[in-house]
């Protein structure tokens, strides 16, 4: 466990130090659970949400955008259900006064029995060595059975008190399983009560018309509001998507977790309209293709699992999440939901507007049912940049600190370096940056003796470092270096943009999927 917090705290602190991820307003001491994205930070940012985009939208004919407002006509909220239903479970503990949501300090509790299924097939991987069959330990070991038992009889039950809103079963849950305040150990807590996490503001200038709205708590919702402008002008047949990307806005209360729960930030999201009856099937391809996208950047596949809901949302007939393994264990990192017709019937009811499909096919019309994949731009940041951020052993015995990023999302793709400052160099090394930089990103470095940029490229998870030397004056050659093998090779500089593309294009990681 506290390898895993030194490797959060590892994570946060070379976000600020190299330029990723700042808290927010830090000069006045910072605002919880708000950060600001720097300038290495913004263009990573940028670029996972360029390969979510392409994937969805410019991969596929019938997925199209839409760039919809963050302030929505207020009853929105009242048709999506947010206003009556859009809240989290809180408890109290009396001694520290501090304020926790009673499903996440139970999913931490099960969240430690995982890490005790880890630690057992560990020792068990040594115990046997090359013969250890993890699939089947998993499947056998009574240790490892008991405890993923343990885990689904609390979650089951957990999903279950909370669907019937029996909130003093979640209570009585917490304390049969002994859970302590984490910040005082005491088990000395209030009753279970709901909160809502949608932000209110006003609309309007004078007190008396003005008009009460909320920062969207999802995005989803303006796509809902547009499907028929959308489906009309783009004539689009069913099945079809309308993707976006933007920010949410959520009061949350567990808020320590760097980005991984703020209280403003990014989704993107895509609404699959469908017929009513497919949406088995349609869940089943969603739920593929996005593990396929997840599995294309190379992070891993033990790094993801699926996690069926058991308590269901109040708009879903079926939701899974896709988990990943941060620095503090596996949590959601995206959301794949049947939302059925749920929404596009209440804005129907709400609004007294048809939001209906005609289908010729059919000869019929029909309010479509709902496939939703939502995932947090933000969540997936952390998810790439705490995987990627590694401490290396090297064979002199000395060490590297590298950020391993997929080179397609990676801020920079390339720094030229002149080998010195003179004779020459800097201007050949410009004249390279003025050349690339065209296609990539790529920046110039020239401070300091070349091993040492060599590591701070390292540590920015740049994926090239191109040397000038005075070979290069006369061959027109330089020395390419890449990240992750920090393997030296002598190439030609017209083959540069060639060998920089080969390894970065989004076409060759897409094409992984
Ligand atoms: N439209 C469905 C929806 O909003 P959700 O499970 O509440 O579903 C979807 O959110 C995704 O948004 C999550 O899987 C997560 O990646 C991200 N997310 C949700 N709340 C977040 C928060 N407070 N901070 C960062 N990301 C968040």
Same mark, same amino acid.
């Given at each position: 466990?506290?390898?895993?917090?030194?490797?959060?705290?590892?994570?946060?602190?070379?976000?600020?130090?190299?330029?990723?991820?700042?808290?927010?307003?830090? $000069?006045?001491?910072?605002?919880? @659970?708000?950060?600001?994205?720097?300038?290495?930070?913004?263009?990573?940012?940028?670029?996972?949400?360029?390969?979510?985009?392409?994937? *969805?939208?410019?991969?596929?004919?019938?997925?199209?955008?839409?760039?919809?407002? $963050?302030?929505?006509?207020?009853? +929105?909220?009242?048709?999506?259900?947010?206003?009556?239903?859009?809240?989290?479970?809180?408890?109290?503990?009396?001694?520290?006064?501090?304020?926790?949501?009673?499903?996440?300090? $139970?999913?931490?509790?099960?969240?430690?029995?995982?890490?005790?299924?880890?630690? &057992?097939?560990?020792?068990?991987?040594?115990?046997?060595?090359?013969?250890?069959?993890?699939t089947q330990f998993l499947e056998t070991n009574?240790?490892?059975?008991?405890?993923?038992?343990?885990?689904?009889?609390?979650?089951?039950?957990?999903?279950?008190?909370?669907?019937?809103?029996?909130?003093?079963?979640?209570?009585?849950?917490?304390?049969?399983?002994?859970?302590?305040?984490?910040?005082?150990?005491?088990?000395?807590?209030?009753?279970?009560?709901?909160?809502?996490?949608? /932000?209110?503001?006003? %609309?309007? @200038?004078?007190?008396?018309?003005?008009?009460?709205?909320?920062?969207?708590?999802?995005?989803?919702?303006?796509?809902?509001?547009? /499907?028929?402008?959308?489906?009309? !002008?783009?004539? *689009?047949?069913?099945?079809?998507?309308? @993707?976006? !990307?933007?920010?949410?806005?959520?009061?949350?209360?567990?808020?320590?977790?760097?980005?991984?729960?703020?209280?403003?930030?990014?989704?993107?999201?895509?609404?699959?309209?469908?017929?009513?009856?497919?949406?088995?099937? #349609?869940?089943?391809?969603?739920?593929?293709?996005?593990?396929? #996208?997840?599995?294309?950047?190379?992070?891993?596949?033990?790094?993801?699992?699926?996690?069926?809901?058991?308590?269901?949302?109040?708009?879903?007939?079926?939701?899974?999440?896709?988990?990943?393994?941060?620095? /503090?264990?596996?949590?959601?990192?995206?959301?794949?939901?049947?939302?059925?017709?749920?929404?596009?019937?209440?804005? &129907?009811?709400?609004?007294?507007?048809?939001?209906? /499909?005609?289908?010729?096919?059919?000869?019929?019309?029909?309010?479509?049912?709902? %496939?939703?994949?939502?995932?947090?731009?933000?969540?997936m940041f952390l998810a790439v940049f705490s995987?990627?951020?590694?401490?290396?052993?090297?064979?002199?015995?000395?060490?590297? +600190?590298?950020?391993?990023?997929?080179?397609?999302?990676?801020? +920079?793709?390339?720094?030229?370096?002149?080998?010195? =400052?003179?004779?020459?160099?800097?201007?050949?090394?410009?004249?390279?940056?003025?050349? %690339? =930089? #065209?296609?990539?990103?790529?920046?110039?470095?020239? =401070?300091? @003796?070349?091993?040492?940029?060599?590591?701070?490229?390292?540590?920015?998870?740049?994926?090239?470092?191109?040397?000038?030397?005075?070979?290069?004056? &006369?061959?027109?050659?330089?020395?390419?270096?890449?990240?992750?093998? *920090?393997?030296?090779?002598?190439?030609?500089?017209?083959?540069?943009?060639?060998?920089?593309?080969?390894?970065?294009?989004?076409?060759?990681?897409?094409?992984?999927?």
């Amino acid at each position: 466990m506290a390898k895993q917090e030194d490797k959060f705290k590892s994570v946060i602190s070379h976000a600020k130090e190299y330029g990723y991820v700042f808290q927010s307003s830090e $000069i006045y001491d910072g605002l919880s @659970a708000v950060y600001d994205y720097a300038q290495n930070g913004v263009e990573l940012k940028k670029n996972i949400r360029e390969y979510w985009w392409k994937a *969805m939208v410019q991969m596929n004919e019938n997925i199209v955008g839409l760039d919809s407002a $963050i302030f929505m006509h207020p009853t +929105t909220w009242k048709a999506s259900g947010h206003v009556d239903a859009f809240s989290d479970p809180l408890i109290d503990n009396k001694d520290s006064k501090k304020r926790y949501r009673a499903d996440v300090l $139970i999913e931490d509790y099960v969240g430690k029995l995982d890490t005790k299924i880890e630690k &057992e097939v560990k020792k068990a991987a040594k115990r046997f060595g090359d013969s250890f069959d993890k699939t089947q330990f998993l499947e056998t070991n009574p240790r490892v059975l008991g405890y993923k038992e343990k885990g689904n009889a609390i979650l089951k039950r957990m999903g279950q008190s909370l669907e019937k809103e029996d909130l003093a079963d979640v209570k009585a849950l917490i304390e049969e399983l002994g859970i302590a305040c984490p910040l005082s150990g005491s088990k000395n807590w209030t009753d279970v009560k709901q909160f809502n996490l949608m /932000f209110g503001t006003k %609309l309007g @200038a004078s007190a008396e018309s003005a008009m009460d709205l909320y920062l969207r708590p999802e995005t989803a919702q303006g796509i809902f509001v547009n /499907f028929l402008n959308v489906q009309k !002008t783009g004539r *689009m047949k069913i099945p079809f998507g309308i @993707a976006q !990307t933007g920010k949410a806005f959520r009061n949350e209360i567990v808020a320590r977790q760097f980005i991984f729960r703020m209280r403003e930030f990014e989704q993107m999201e895509m609404q699959f309209f469908i017929k009513p009856g497919t949406q088995q099937e #349609w869940y089943k391809h969603w739920k593929d293709a996005r593990l396929k #996208w997840h599995l294309s950047l190379g992070m891993g596949e033990d790094n993801y699992r699926f996690h069926d809901h058991e308590k269901l949302a109040h708009y879903a007939d079926a939701a899974a999440d896709i988990e990943f393994r941060f620095p /503090f264990g596996f949590k959601e990192l995206e959301g794949i939901h049947s939302r059925t017709d749920f929404d596009l019937k209440a804005h &129907e009811e709400h609004s007294g507007k048809k939001l209906q /499909f005609f289908d010729h096919e059919e000869n019929k019309s029909y309010v479509p049912y709902v %496939l939703e994949t939502s995932i947090g731009l933000d969540r997936m940041f952390l998810a790439v940049f705490s995987n990627s951020l590694q401490e290396e052993e090297l064979e002199n015995g000395t060490a590297r +600190t590298v950020l391993k990023l997929p080179s397609v999302l990676a801020p +920079t793709k390339a720094a030229i370096l002149p080998l010195v =400052k003179k004779d020459g160099l800097p201007e050949v090394a410009r004249k390279i940056v003025e050349d %690339l =930089k #065209w296609d990539f990103a790529v920046s110039y470095d020239e =401070k300091d @003796a070349v091993g040492r940029r060599y590591r701070r490229q390292d540590a920015n998870g740049t994926p090239f470092c191109i040397t000038v030397d005075h070979d290069t004056l &006369e061959d027109n050659s330089v020395t390419i270096r890449h990240r992750d093998t *920090m393997e030296q090779k002598r190439v030609p500089i017209s083959e540069l943009k060639s060998i920089i593309e080969e390894e970065v294009s989004m076409k060759n990681w897409l094409l992984r999927m």
